[in-house]
């Protein structure tokens, strides 16, 4: 049992709190129990938030309880989490879990977390926050639903929701105070549960306690619009909704599916400040994602949790979610063992052509970015096909540049490629981003230059370039634009940028196109 051993995380406080398992405290426990059940058990539930969870679970779920030490860990993460907050004591940091799908998190955090906190001190009030509003407000059903019940009125009867304050997305709870005889029992006004969906409004609610719950589902994690705006969202909104920046906590709990998601964008902000914990599915192949790595010792046959996720059912999800979804959900890796979808060590860097082969036709594409500094980089790959079948990238330029800079920059770009080079620019959707590729159109009046609006999502049009540099098939020229091009094919599509890849990926597209790739005169 995990109990009888000090876990990373677990302090003297939790020790000192630890039920005692022999000696005269033991056997007080033992007469107090059979004289009441109750009360024993009320007071195991309030020292230990997984003793609460094992109790309540038939509650919350129809099947059977599986305890493991990963989920153990978490709740005592939490209660340390939810004991500073109440003690008004300072933040020591915000607490990031990254776990697979199907690891209780969700009930473990979202809905038993709260609803353990209240019981103990019946103010808190919290945030909670999910990818979606229906998901959300679902586990706000859930944690409702136990406050209700009967097992927990039962053992609780001090604690109930507030009858004009209970809503879909948001409740309030209140402390049923003892009564005078003969008269009414008085109430206090306790804390809330609040619950939206990133990206969604907050204005007039504040929190003891921020939950973020997988803020981003694996379609919106390919989207670079919807990943900035999960960023942004719990960098900017989320963190003004604290009812004390100096003692409020916020909690990510996620599977993780992008190198810039709200763990790695957090991570790589503010890493000094956050305590992560990393528990891949497995780790044979995802060792070194075990964080604090001393926690391998919990691991056994390499799984986290042989019960609910054996090999048997790692191996199907891998068959279902494919090399990336596996790396990034199941080994918290959101780049696979073996890199992304390109591998880069098949590509062959030059200094020259060969005697003997010639370029048949060039390609500049442009991936121009929206506006300056929003995160977003203006990309121009060149490309060349090749008289002996190959591809070569030659030149890859980039900025993050106002749209006056940009224009001027990709006209001094066009004036070094000679008019032989045919330009292409990525118009973006709306009247903006067509007034956007006419001004560039003007602006290169007499090249060969031509607008589209591309189809399909990065990972899509990227695939066809992939295939030829997998093969071997595409070399580069020697420059100092190599390695930051190099790196970030390494981890497409789960890099934090994509510009470069998407303006070499539609270089190489137009090159295929029978209608372009014809020998120049």
């Not at 009441?36 to 309540?56: D, G, I």
């Not at 509650?59 to 860990?73: Q, R």
């Not at 005078?180 to 007039?204: A, D, E, I």
């Amino acid at each position: 049992m995990l109990a009888r051993t000090k876990m990373p995380g677990q302090t003297d406080t939790l020790e000192k709190r630890a039920i005692p398992r022999r000696g005269r405290a033991s056997s007080e426990m033992l007469l107090e129990a059979i004289k009441n059940p109750t009360a024993v058990t009320r007071e195991l539930n309030n020292r230990s938030l997984y003793h609460f969870l094992q109790h309540f679970w038939p509650v919350v779920s129809a099947h059977k309880f599986h305890g493991n030490w990963h989920i153990e860990l978490m709740c005592r993460e939490l209660e340390q989490v939810a004991e500073r907050v109440a003690a008004h004591l300072p933040r020591k940091h915000d607490l990031i879990i990254n776990v697979p799908p199907g690891s209780t998190k969700t009930i473990t955090c979202s809905i038993m977390f709260p609803a353990w906190c209240w019981t103990r001190w019946h103010w808190m009030r919290f945030i909670c926050a999910s990818y979606s509003s229906a998901l959300s407000m679902e586990s706000a059903e859930y944690c409702r639903d136990l406050i209700r019940s009967t097992a927990f009125q039962e053992m609780y009867p001090e604690i109930d929701i507030k009858e004009d304050k209970d809503t879909k997305s948001n409740f309030k709870v209140v402390k049923r105070l003892p009564s005078t005889p003969g008269y009414m029992p008085k109430t206090l006004s306790g804390g809330s549960r609040y619950s939206t969906s990133v990206g969604g409004t907050l204005t007039g609610f504040h929190g003891d306690i921020l939950i973020v719950d997988d803020p981003l589902n694996p379609q919106q994690a390919v989207s670079d619009t919807l990943l900035r705006s999960a960023n942004d969202w719990c960098e900017r909104t989320l963190s003004t909704r604290k009812t004390d920046k100096a003692i409020t906590a916020t909690i990510f709990i996620m599977q993780r599916l992008h190198q810039d998601d709200p763990s790695g964008h957090l991570l790589a902000k503010d890493k000094r400040n956050v305590k992560h914990i990393s528990l891949p599915g497995e780790s044979l192949n995802f060792q070194k994602q075990v964080k604090p790595h001393q926690l391998l010792q919990y691991y056994k046959d390499n799984l986290l949790d042989p019960v609910r996720m054996p090999w048997s059912v790692l191996k199907d999800l891998e068959a279902d979610l494919g090399q990336y979804g596996y790396a990034g959900q199941i080994g918290q890796n959101p780049v696979p063992p073996g890199g992304g979808m390109f591998k880069v060590d098949k590509i062959m860097t030059v200094d020259g052509l060969p005697d003997g082969v010639s370029r048949i036709h060039t390609v500049r594409y442009w991936d121009k970015a929206g506006s300056q500094g929003a995160g977003a980089f203006t990309a121009g790959g060149k490309m060349s096909a090749l008289s002996n079948g190959k591809w070569l990238m030659e030149d890859m330029t980039r900025g993050q540049w106002g749209t006056d800079i940009r224009e001027r920059w990709i006209k001094s770009t066009a004036l070094g490629d000679t008019s032989e080079v045919v330009v292409w620019i990525e118009q973006e959707p709306g009247s903006g981003g067509k007034e956007s590729a006419e001004g560039t159109i003007r602006n290169l009046a007499g090249w060969s230059i031509y607008a589209e609006r591309p189809t399909g999502d990065k990972i899509f049009r990227a695939d066809p370039f992939s295939v030829q540099v997998n093969n071997g098939n595409v070399w580069m020229m020697r420059g100092d634009w190599n390695q930051a091009l190099i790196e970030e094919l390494r981890f497409f599509p789960y890099s934090t940028y994509k510009d470069q890849v998407d303006a070499m990926s539609g270089a190489f597209n137009k090159l295929v196109q029978k209608k372009i790739c014809r020998r120049v005169t």
